[in-house]
């Protein structure tokens, strides 16, 4: 135990409780700066305290009511669009079924007893 006595005096020797109030205060002092800073950079940039959102949201119904009875005087004066111009109906008919095949089966078979003979 008197070593650690010894250990807490030497440690303690340039220490006084004047010394320690003051190291206290310039922490006080340092984290009251680092706490204003903070809230500095944590501020919107370009708006202030005094946004009024009613007041926004009343200016952005007066915007959206002028512009409904702008395209209200405006319903009559549209341009109507030219008609949707389809493909032509064929003139000619159409055979009902494909063509029969017969002619290529015929030269097929001649083709095939010409060979085997």
């Known amino acids: 135990m008197e070593l650690a006595a010894?250990?807490?005096?030497?440690?303690?020797q340039d220490m006084d409780i004047d010394k320690v109030d003051e190291?206290?205060?310039d922490i006080t002092e340092q984290q009251e700066v680092a706490q204003?800073?903070?809230?500095a950079?944590?501020?919107p940039?370009?708006?202030?305290?005094?946004?009024?959102?009613d007041e926004l949201l009343e200016e952005l119904e007066e915007l959206e009511q002028e512009?409904?009875?702008?395209?209200?005087?405006?319903?009559?004066?549209?341009?109507e669009e030219p008609?949707?111009?389809l493909p032509s109906i064929p003139s000619t008919h159409l055979p009902a079924g494909p063509a029969p095949k017969a002619d290529?089966?015929?030269?097929?078979?001649?083709?095939?007893a010409e060979w085997v003979s």
């Open 23 to 25: 190291l206290m205060a």
């Open 6 to 12: 010894r250990g807490m005096k030497k440690a303690y």
């Open 36 to 39: 204003q800073i903070s809230d």
């Open 104 to 112: 290529e089966d015929e030269e097929a078979l001649k083709q095939l």
């Open 67 to 79: 512009e409904l009875a702008q395209e209200l005087l405006n319903v009559g004066d549209k341009k």
């Open 41 to 43: 950079i944590s501020r």
């Open 45 to 53: 940039v370009g708006f202030g305290d005094d946004v009024d959102e």
């Open 83 to 85: 008609p949707v111009k």
